[in-house]
């Protein structure tokens, strides 16, 4: 294929199919980002009147 062709074959960026590039990604995420205040607020923004009934979206 020539170089000035895009390849959509070809992998670009961080393979997070890799276990390892995965806990840095998840780690990164976790030291800025409050998930599970997260999740209270999505629920609530629902109006959902039984929360536990909700599925995983």
């Known amino acids: ?3 000035w ?3 959509e074959f070809k992998h670009v960026g961080v393979d997070y199919s890799q276990k390892d590039n995965a806990h840095i990604y998840d ?3 976790e030291s800025f ?3 599970e205040n997260e999740a209270k607020i999505f629920v609530e923004k629902l109006g959902a009147v ?3 009934k909700l599925i995983a979206i």
């Open 1 to 3: 294929m020539k170089d």
């Open 33 to 35: 980002r409050d998930y």
């Open 27 to 29: 780690e990164q995420m």
């Open 5 to 7: 062709f895009y390849n």
């Open 50 to 52: 039984k929360p536990e």
